[in-house]
């Protein structure tokens, strides 16, 4: 699913919010301990460290949509990691068609005690997170729609991003 481009985020009851962080958009495929990573144009990415990282999900069968951002912890120290952002499918059930709010509680589930990591949907004022976001020199917001389904390829305006580029 792709998101609209815009240049303010939209308020409201109907939005919650999460952090872009400038990573590679990846979707994660994983069927039993067979993992591979697709970027969004479809080819497939190579990344053993976090294959293996995925291998680890608690699902026989899953389809995550994330990022796979670089952390440096301290000076000359650069890591790899897998921020999760939507489940698509698991264990054999199509989750595209439930509600976002279903797919990040099922998504939260997996990754509890794992090395994946969890992009959780923010419920907050837009100003304040886009100023937060901005200080801090992460990529920009994403806005969802809440209650929307996950429609893979379009741009339907229920994800909407908001970039915030460092200078």
Known sequence: MRSRPIAELPAGEDWVYEVKRGGKRTIAVKNDRNVNLYREDGERLECPLIEEVLRRVPARA???DGEIIYVIPKPGDRQMRFFAWDLLHFNGHDMTLQPLEERKHRLCTLTLDGDVLFSP????EPAQLVAEVSRLSLD???AKRKGSIYEPGKCTGSW???????E
Do not use: D, E, K, N
């Open 62 to 64: 899953a389809v995550i």
């Open 121 to 124: 949907s923010l419920g907050c």
């Open 160 to 166: 909407l991003s908001l970039p915030l580029r460092p």
């Open 140 to 142: 920009g917001v994403l």
